[in-house]
């Protein structure tokens, strides 16, 4: 895109906001599980390991690197649930993608409104192989701001078309209805969370709290539910009660990242799961039965996020909607780094 060395292009939030609409939200997130589905369906030539991590009381902070061998791709990511007592997200993130022929960068953007795409992507993905066929109505709780997103996912990939929303705080709930409501969805605005999963064929979780939660209790999952768990994201995290995951056939991203964080961190490293990838490429059977209970234990891995960065490398051509940085040192003679400083400086006094 940039044919200067020095230069690499920059999505800023303002540009990436102008992408996505520009593109349409459902035909962005359809276009984005095609790249993941892709990725998956050669998960085994990536490089992989669990996400590196920075835990504090407060939050957290991770590097989740990944390279295809072609592509190197990291994100930078946070999880700050008391945040939104400052007014700052819970979530923010920025990504690099590079040639590791060179190791030259050829993308930086922000990743915040690119991962909240990425994730509800990824849950419509295994949804595709997972939910019930036929299924039209879907739970939502914690209508943060995960939840408009894998509402506008589902609704594109699986044709929902009818959402019941339930978070603690009603005003979240009200929100999410609100920005939804131009999309075509029948909405309820529940009281409970027992009265949101009633009548629902897939039951999202996407809560934020830093803590072993019991959002989901055995009592309130019947047979042929799938539950689409996302808010589990990192150790002493969960939101599912461990009956609940005992029930349920669990398909996973990587399995070592998700015993760690995921809600299978609840039970015994001898409990049999599924590799989403495996279903993908049909080494595995994904939904068997119409009344089976099917868990995505989603934690987020980085090889989604190499897709996301790949999708929008792919997606910017000839749209003009990135910065252009003056990120690398690109001296004349690539040895003379010292002597490309000693120039500066004499164009400096020369201009002076």
């Given at each position: 895109?940039?044919?200067?060395?020095?230069?690499?292009?920059?999505?800023?939030?303002?540009?990436?906001?102008?992408?996505?609409?520009?593109?349409?939200?459902?035909?962005?997130?359809?276009?984005?599980?095609?790249?993941?589905?892709?990725?998956?369906?050669?998960?085994?030539?990536?490089?992989?390991?669990?996400?590196?991590?920075?835990?504090?009381?407060?939050?957290?902070?991770?590097?989740?690197?990944?390279?295809?061998?072609?592509?190197?791709?990291?994100?930078?990511?946070?999880?700050?649930?008391?945040?939104?007592?400052?007014?700052?997200?819970?979530?923010?993130?920025?990504?690099?993608?590079?040639?590791?022929?060179?190791?030259?960068?050829?993308?930086?953007?922000?990743?915040?409104?690119?991962?909240?795409?990425?994730?509800?992507?990824?849950?419509?993905?295994?949804?595709?192989?997972?939910?019930?066929?036929?299924?039209?109505?879907?739970?939502?709780?914690?209508?943060?701001?995960?939840?408009?997103?894998?509402?506008?996912?589902?609704?594109?990939?699986?044709?929902?078309?009818?959402?019941?929303?339930?978070?603690?705080?009603?005003?979240?709930?009200?929100?999410?209805?609100?920005?939804?409501?131009?999309?075509?969805?029948?909405?309820?605005?529940?009281?409970?969370?027992?009265?949101?999963?009633?009548?629902?064929?897939?039951?999202?979780?996407?809560?934020?709290?830093?803590?072993?939660?019991?959002?989901?209790?055995?009592?309130?999952?019947?047979?042929?539910?799938?539950?689409?768990?996302?808010?589990?994201?990192?150790?002493?995290?969960t939101e599912l009660h461990r009956?609940?995951?005992?029930?349920?056939?669990?398909?996973?991203?990587?399995?070592?990242?998700?015993?760690?964080?995921?809600?299978?961190?609840q039970l015994d490293k001898s409990?049999?799961?599924?590799?989403?990838?495996?279903?993908?490429?049909?080494?595995?059977?994904?939904?068997?039965?119409?009344?089976q209970i099917t868990l995505f234990?989603?934690?987020?891995?980085?090889?989604?996020?190499?897709?996301?960065?790949?999708?929008?490398?792919?997606?910017?051509?000839?749209?003009?909607?990135?910065?252009?940085?003056?990120?690398?040192?690109?001296?004349?003679?690539?040895?003379?780094?010292?002597?490309?400083?000693?120039?500066?400086?004499?164009?400096?006094?020369?201009?002076?």
């Open positions: 895109m940039i044919p200067n060395l020095n230069i690499v292009p920059f999505v800023s939030v303002d540009n990436m906001m102008k992408l996505v609409m520009r593109t349409g939200v459902e035909r962005f997130l359809t276009e984005l599980v095609g790249y993941i589905e892709e990725d998956f369906r050669r998960w085994e030539l990536f490089d992989k390991t669990p996400r590196v991590g920075a835990h504090s009381e407060a939050g957290v902070i991770e590097l989740m690197p990944t390279s295809d061998g072609t592509l190197y791709g990291f994100k930078y990511v946070n999880g700050h649930p008391y945040n939104t007592r400052t007014g700052r997200q819970t979530v923010t993130a920025f990504g690099v993608l590079a040639d590791t022929a060179s190791g030259y960068p050829t993308l930086i953007t922000e990743m915040t409104i690119l991962t909240a795409l990425r994730t509800a992507a990824t849950s419509a993905m295994a949804a595709k192989y997972l939910a019930p066929k036929g299924a039209d109505t879907m739970a939502v709780i914690g209508n943060g701001a995960q939840s408009e997103f894998q509402a506008m996912a589902f609704k594109a990939v699986l044709g929902i078309n009818k959402l019941r929303l339930y978070d603690l705080d009603a005003n979240a709930t009200t929100k999410c209805a609100r920005n939804l409501a131009a999309y075509g969805f029948e909405i309820v605005e529940c009281a409970t969370p027992e009265e949101a999963v009633s009548g629902a064929h897939i039951i999202t979780t996407v809560t934020a709290d830093k803590k072993n939660a019991t959002i989901l209790t055995d009592n309130m999952v019947g047979s042929g539910v799938h539950i689409n768990a996302v808010g589990g994201d990192c150790p002493g995290k009956d609940v995951v005992l029930r349920s056939e669990i398909f996973v991203e990587y399995p070592p990242q998700t015993w760690i964080e995921g809600e299978i961190q409990h049999p799961i599924n590799e989403l990838w495996k279903v993908i490429t049909g080494q595995a059977e994904g939904r068997r039965d119409a009344g234990d989603s934690v987020g891995f980085a090889i989604e996020d190499f897709s996301a960065l790949r999708y929008l490398r792919d997606r910017l051509a000839g749209t003009g909607l990135f910065e252009e940085l003056d990120l690398l040192a690109d001296p004349d003679e690539p040895r003379d780094l010292f002597g490309m400083l000693l120039r500066s400086v004499a164009v400096q006094n020369k201009v002076a």
